[in-house]
């Protein structure tokens, strides 16, 4: 196992996020969470990290907006070059850190609607820290959906179906 989870439930989840990282991606995916794990128990980010605990709002916020917020220094850090096939199962296994670090701490209950909770914040955030928003989503869908012609005829299937 990459990092220092104990719960059943975040080692499972870890362990299924880390089987379905492509091979070319491993090493890349590898980095990613020792260089996460590096910051999220270093000296100088820690009492940042238990600070964010102690925020007085639901504690799946505290830990979604802190992971997010570590993902976003580790993305300047690589001066954005990371992979996104490596970076977002990298962030699984950092959030599912974070959860594991306050669950220890009495500050949180790791449930499969709490994780899912939590998942939800981290990756929201982490999308706004990357400057992905709803509406860009919603742009790039529509430019790959293929133009549909104003006045075409309807193809040979399409003429066929319309008799049957």
């Known amino acids: 196992m990459l990092g ?66 570590l993902m976003g220094i580790l993305w300047s850090q690589g001066k954005g070059t990371l992979p996104m096939q490596a970076m977002i199962p990298a962030t699984t296994i950092l959030m599912c850190e974070a959860i594991d670090f306050a669950e220890k701490a009495g500050k949180f209950t790791a449930t499969p609607e709490s994780v899912a909770a939590v998942t939800k914040e981290t990756m929201s955030d982490l999308m706004q820290l990357l400057g992905v928003t709803p509406q860009k989503i919603q742009q790039a869908k529509q430019s790959t959906q293929p133009a549909q012609p104003v006045n075409a005829k309807p193809g040979l299937i399409a003429s066929q179906m319309k008799g049957a």
């Not at 794990?37 to 940042?48: A, G, I, K």
């Not at 925020?55 to 830990?63: G, M, V």
Request: glycine fraction near 6%; hydrophobic fraction near 35%.
């Open 4 to 69: 220092k989870t104990t719960n059943p439930l975040l080692q499972k989840t870890e362990a299924a996020t880390e089987a379905k990282v492509p091979p070319k991606y491993k090493g890349a995916f590898q980095r990613i969470v020792a260089a996460g794990l590096r910051v999220m128990y270093s000296e100088q980010t820690h009492d940042m990290m238990v600070k964010e605990l102690q925020k007085p709002q639901d504690p799946s916020i505290n830990i979604g907006e802190g992971v997010a917020k």
